[in-house]
């Protein structure tokens, strides 16, 4: 349980209360947290030179885990394309320690000039031409592409608190059986299979995921089953194809007692998208019910707003968990009991967080944000959590109306901390505040109403999948982006809330008629519209230096728009 502070926005006519502090049970914390950035953080983080030069074409996995042992062993073949040709390549490789490589093939031999920094591999392929490849086509069309083969063994990290302090998670079921799973957001992909682990660089023709288990259990991954084998050695080899581009993070391994059971889904634009479910054996009733109930209406809420599921072609899945949740793509993680709400609980407190169950609405909803649209580097994480948590709010909106969707994302409000700021630091792997979830989603509120146009603000929403559809972005890409279809500059909006810990202060006093007022707490060109008054509202632009007006005959303004995230303050 994590005490967060209560940010409020009060009438009109009080002055702002004192901070106020409450328990809550909210997911809005940060992956991992570092104060001090070493060398390693840069390798993790940045496009070195040796990352440069390739992009990833496709990953091939092989994992085989041992339950007793806690250890894992397979490879990866990855496929890539040369962006910049040439001799004395290096190319780096990230596997986090303990884990160790093995041997890398290319070609059909061993390279053996290889080295270890800490948590990355240099692969150093010397005399060996690598001639550029265009379009994703080698200068020989009838050549393949290039890829290397990296065999690895040993004992991965185990998560100690997942899904936020990630890692290998190996657990067992009510029955006592093994049940495992990897969870590494943040922690990053590397840290079960060697990858190329940025978010900016993802597998364009999608991954194969081979997992070979004892035959008493059953392993999901991402996308569809491809085949299932039997290793005649009491082992069984699960290979599931995904066919889209897919973040690193994304791709894990369900290991469990797992029944199935499927249904499908008639979507915005026409086609069938199937739904398959994965569960223990002991919940399967559990699930029809809960996942029967929720799924179809929360995909239908979702392409209403944001348009079509962005991965028909790999399918929608829900994998349960023994972790809360994470957005893993076309095989999200469930862990949340078949509860409503956040594990019984309404993050917003207004009672509307319990007509539905928290982790599949949102876990899916990152299906659009998070998968489809991707940040480049985690620091702008806040695109993939604050959209999110925002798609709630939507969901609410779509089913009980626009007052109850007004009603939860300001319930929500009570979780910000404004400890710092959204956007974390880049080129560390780092990313920014725990309010990238509440605070990003009123953040997307408050612009919303100063767009004050609904029609258009969902259009957005859908351009956005669409122009963005299945890419890797920057936050000032999607802030430039709103401005450009909205017609208006919102670039000041999104840097107060996005780059400061300020909160906006409409400071006013009335003289009479005579309305005064300004916006304190804020950064130079602040410029934002607001709405104030009930019932017949006026919308006033307050800036740094105080503006008057006068008021209407007969017109009482109690209180400004409860949708806008600012506190206000009347001074005499």
Request: a positive charge; one cysteine or more; proline letters at 5%.
């Amino acid at each position: 349980m994590k005490i967060i502070p209560r940010h409020l926005t009060v009438s009109f006519f009080v002055c702002c209360l004192p901070v106020l502090t409450i328990p809550s049970l909210s997911c809005a914390q940060p992956l991992h947290q570092s104060h001090k950035f070493t060398r390693q953080d840069s390798l993790r983080g940045t496009i070195t030179p040796e990352r440069a030069w390739w992009n990833v074409v496709s990953y091939n996995i092989q994992v085989t885990p041992d339950y007793q042992s806690k250890t894992i062993k397979g490879w990866n073949q990855v496929t890539f394309s040369v962006l910049k040709g040439g001799k004395k390549k290096k190319m780096q490789i990230d596997l986090q320690q303990p884990l160790i490589i093995d041997s890398i093939i290319f070609n059909n031999k061993k390279i053996k000039n290889y080295t270890r920094d800490g948590n990355v591999y240099l692969v150093n392929f010397g005399t060996i031409n690598l001639p550029a490849t265009k379009n994703g086509m080698t200068e020989n069309r009838s050549a393949a592409l290039p890829s290397i083969k990296i065999y690895y063994h040993g004992k991965p990290r185990e998560a100690r608190n997942p899904p936020w302090d990630g890692g290998w998670i190996w657990s067992k079921d009510s029955k006592g059986r093994p049940w495992m799973t990897v969870a590494c957001q943040g922690l990053g992909a590397s840290v079960w299979y060697p990858c190329k682990d940025h978010q900016s660089d993802e597998p364009d023709m999608g991954a194969l995921l081979q997992v070979r288990v004892p035959d008493s259990l059953v392993a999901v991954g991402n996308g569809k089953l491809y085949s299932k084998d039997d290793q005649h050695d009491g082992t069984v080899l699960y290979t599931w194809h995904v066919k889209s581009p897919i973040n690193n993070y994304n791709i894990v391994p369900y290991i469990g007692k797992y029944v199935h059971w499927a249904d499908h889904f008639t979507g915005e634009n026409g086609k069938n998208l199937s739904l398959d479910y994965w569960v223990l054996d002991y919940n399967l009733e559990k699930s029809k019910k809960q996942f029967g109930r929720d799924v179809k209406p929360m995909l239908t809420a979702f392409e209403y707003w944001f348009g079509p599921y962005p991965f028909y072609e790999d399918g929608f899945k829900l994998v349960e968990s023994s972790h809360l949740g994470m957005e893993h793509q076309s095989a999200t993680a469930y862990g949340n009991h078949y509860l409503n709400g956040y594990l019984g609980r309404d993050l917003s407190g207004t009672g509307w967080g319990l007509k539905w169950d928290y982790i599949i609405i949102h876990e899916s909803g990152h299906e659009w944000f998070a998968n489809n649209i991707t940040t480049n580097d985690i620091a702008d994480m806040w695109v993939h959590e604050g959209f999110t948590m925002y798609s709630e709010a939507l969901f609410v909106e779509y089913y009980y109306g626009k007052k109850a969707g007004d009603e939860y994302v300001q319930g929500i409000r009570a979780n910000i901390a404004n400890d710092r700021p959204l956007i974390g630091p880049y080129g560390v792997n780092q990313e920014g505040s725990g309010d990238m979830y509440n605070k990003g989603a009123n953040l997307l509120h408050t612009v919303r109403q100063v767009i004050n146009n609904d029609s258009l603000f969902r259009n957005i929403l859908r351009g956005l999948n669409k122009d963005f559809y299945h890419k890797t972005v920057d936050s000032r890409e999607v802030e430039a982006y709103f401005s450009k279809q909205a017609g208006k500059d919102l670039s000041k909006i999104f840097d107060q809330y996005l780059r400061t810990v300020k909160i906006p202060v409409l400071e006013y006093k009335m003289t009479g008629r005579k309305l005064s007022y300004r916006w304190t707490n804020c950064m130079e060109g602040f410029n934002m519209p607001l709405k104030i008054g009930t019932g017949r509202a006026l919308l006033i632009s307050p800036k740094k230096e105080w503006q008057e007006m006068d008021l209407p005959l007969n017109y009482s303004i109690d209180q400004v728009d409860k949708n806008f995230y600012i506190t206000v303050k009347k001074v005499e």
